[in-house]
Each structure stands twice: as C-alpha cells, then as structure tokens.
C-alpha cells in the first residue's frame, strides 16, 4: 500500500515536498517513482529512483533541476522535493512502485503499485 501526502495550493516559485509511504511489502526491492496528472491529460513520467545502492535516478526533461526524488528506507518512504514550482506543474501527483524493473521505467504501465494520489495546484 502507497499512501501520497504533501499536496496543496503555493504560489509560483514556492517549494513544496511530496511524500509517500509504503507498507507491507519490503520497501528497499522497489523501484518508486512520481508520475502526475492533469485535467484532461495522460499520466505523465516526473522522476523515478532505483532500489538501492547508490540511488541512481531519472527525471522528466520538464522538472529537471527543479525536483529531486529520494528515498529513505528505513522509512520506507520516497520524497519529490519540488523547488521553482510553475502553474504548468499543477496536477495530481501520484507515487508508483515496481519489484521487477531493472531500468526506471518512465511509462505508468511498467509500475504494479500506485497511490491514492495527491492534488498540487501552483498558481501564479
């Protein structure tokens, strides 16, 4: 189970710092990523982070510099710090998981477990 938290309504520019927590599986055999939504939008790649041992991570060409994914797993819990936010970054936000990627995967249907999903609004 994924549960999001961390949305809300910033203004332009303002930082603001998702969170997803997962239990009952082991945290550290899963691939987490962000991916978000807007209205009337495909679910979109925004970063995604390997299991362990050195956390390589990936990033959408639109937050790049601007976000960073991370991951605590003695807390089982995976972070999208976003930094310089934008009104185009306005979506819901959801954290996904996979056991069985060996790259990170940038496409929702490559990741088994999703989140409920959390609503950032930025506007300007």
């Known amino acids: 189970q994924l549960q999001a938290s961390g949305g809300g309504l910033v203004q332009a520019g303002v930082p603001l710092r998702l969170s997803c927590a997962a239990s009952g599986r082991t945290f550290s055999n899963y691939v987490m990523g962000w991916f978000r939504q807007a209205p009337g939008k495909e679910r979109e790649f925004v970063a995604a982070?390997?299991?362990?041992?050195?956390?390589?991570?990936k990033y959408a060409d639109s937050v790049k510099g601007r976000f960073t994914i991370s991951r605590d797993n003695a807390k089982n819990t995976v972070f999208l710090q976003m930094n310089s936010l934008k009104p185009e970054d306005t979506a819901v936000y959801y954290c996904?998981?996979?056991?069985?990627?060996?790259?990170?995967?940038?496409?929702?249907?490559?990741?088994?477990?999703w989140g409920q999903g959390t609503q950032v609004t930025v506007s300007s």
């Open positions: 996904a998981a996979d056991p069985t990627i060996v790259l990170l995967a940038t496409t929702p249907r490559s990741y088994e477990y």
């Open positions: 982070i390997s299991r362990s041992g050195g956390y390589s991570t």
